[in-house]
């Protein structure tokens, strides 16, 4: 006799879209602003389809500050071949935190939290500006062409997620992030 409950699979009302976005977001697999982040993509930066890299730490995870060094170098490995196979032209990194001006403390990045448990969220956000130094290197090596646009979600004290631009980092190379 022929089983009434199987399961039946959900069919999406969205097509696959044939062609790829050209596009890489980096960001943290944190839930808590994903909301927040798909609205700043969408309705400040215009981009709706994208390849998504969103792993613990976010940008972070691309970095020797990495937990191990074979994280940092499996991800800095897995990004390359994003950008290659995919045909990157546009990469978008988003780190997160508290607004140092009066956000939460638990909306540190847990990732952060662990490589830095005693860090101050300042101390934080300028470990992020480190990283940033040695991602868009690595970025660049895979890719000099690419467009690379950098923020941090930081989350308020209203709990309203802001995504401020980072400041362009002193690289010794004297480059600009763009
Ligand atoms: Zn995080």
New binding site residues.
């Given amino acids: 006799m022929e089983r009434t409950d199987t399961p039946q699979p959900f069919i999406s009302k969205s097509y696959w879209n044939a062609h790829r976005p050209h596009v890489l977001v980096v960001a943290?697999?944190?839930g808590r602003y994903q909301k927040a982040l798909d609205d700043f993509l969408q309705t400040s930066l215009g981009i709706t389809d994208y390849d998504r890299m969103y792993v613990?730490?976010?940008p972070g995870a691309l970095a020797s500050s990495s937990l191990s060094f074979f994280r940092g170098e499996q991800f800095r490995q897995d990004t390359a071949f994003l950008i290659d196979r995919h045909g990157i032209e546009r990469v978008v990194l988003i780190f997160?935190g508290p607004l140092l001006d009066g956000g939460p403390r638990d909306a540190v990045?847990?990732?952060?939290d662990r490589k830095m448990p005693y860090a101050s969220p300042a101390e934080i956000h300028a470990q992020h500006q480190k990283d940033l130094v040695e991602v868009l290197r690595g970025m660049r090596r895979a890719k000099s062409s690419l467009s690379i646009e950098v923020f941090r979600a930081e989350v308020r004290g209203d709990h309203r997620v802001q995504f401020t631009p980072l400041a362009e980092p002193d690289d010794q190379y004297g480059r600009g992030i763009a």
């Fill in positions: 943290c697999s944190d613990a730490g976010g997160h990045c847990a990732d952060y």
